[in-house]
T-cell receptor, first 112, second 111 residues
Framework: DQQVKQNSPSLSVQEGRISILNCDYT??????FLWYKKYPAEGPTFLIS?????DKNEDGRFTVFLNKSAKHLSLHIVPSQPGDSAVYFC???????????FGTGTSLTVIP | DAEITQSPRHKITETGRQVTLACHQT?????MFWYRQDLGHGLRLIHY???????NKGEVSDGYSVSRSNTEDLPLTLESAASSQTSVYFC??????????FGQGTRLTVV
């Protein structure tokens, strides 16, 4: 059974607006979470991470929020740019460097 | 620059053949992982290794094997290729305090 879930296969957003991508997990032992971005025919590239001792982490236009009680995290991109159009994967592990479990991905399209 | 490379990038093989996909990293990372990407399933963990001579099964390990004889390489072997193993395969590496870095992927088609 999928331990990490992304229930929205796709999302379209206007350029300049906020993109919100969501992720849920079931395993309470997960304590390290990451977001990866993937373009076609390329490997996933790391975007941002958060450990369970925090509830928010920011890096430029990207912010990840973690709600441990709800086993939910989200990625906010503000403002969204056309170059952000890609598939975004949420991942979780029992700690940095441990094996990662990925969600099914959300395809983001930013409309110019 | 340190990197992680996969070879071949594309492979077509016949059902029943043994196939090995190579993964080589120059990050000097202890941890290495193999994933497959399929529509509707995202990235699923096949096998992983935390160091030389260490290997572990992931979520979808049936029909696959790995061995780790040095830090740099983690080859993935399909013992007897099946059409259900047609997929895009990604190798990744990390250390204990880093995120995982991924290779460019190998597209495998089993006919």
């Amino acid at each position: 059974d999928q331990q990490v879930k992304q229930n929205s296969p796709s999302l379209s957003v206007q350029e300049g607006r906020i993109s919100i991508l969501n992720c849920d997990y079931t395993n309470s032992m997960f304590d390290y979470f990451l977001w990866y971005k993937k373009y076609p025919a390329e490997g996933p590239t790391f975007l941002i991470s958060i450990s369970s001792i925090k509830d928010k982490n920011e890096d430029g236009r990207f912010t990840v929020f973690l709600n441990k009680s709800a086993k939910h995290l989200s990625l906010h991109i503000v403002p969204s740019q056309p170059g952000d159009s890609a598939v975004y994967f949420c991942a979780a592990s029992g700690g940095p460097g441990n094996q990662f479990y990925f969600g099914t991905g959300t395809s983001l399209t930013v409309i110019p | 620059d340190a990197e992680i490379t996969q070879s071949p990038r594309h492979k077509i093989t016949e059902t029943g053949r043994q196939v090995t996909l190579a993964c080589h990293q120059t990050w000097n990372h202890n941890n290495m992982f193999w994933y497959r990407q399929d529509l509707g399933h995202g990235l699923r963990l096949i096998h992983y290794s935390y160091g030389v001579h260490d290997t572990n099964k992931g979520e979808v390990s049936d029909g696959y094997s790995v061995s780790r004889s040095n830090t740099e390489d983690l080859p993935l072997t399909l013992e007897s290729a099946a059409s259900s193993q047609t997929s895009v395969y990604f190798c990744a590496s990390s250390n204990m305090n880093t995120e995982a870095f991924f290779g460019q992927g190998t597209r495998l088609t089993v006919v």
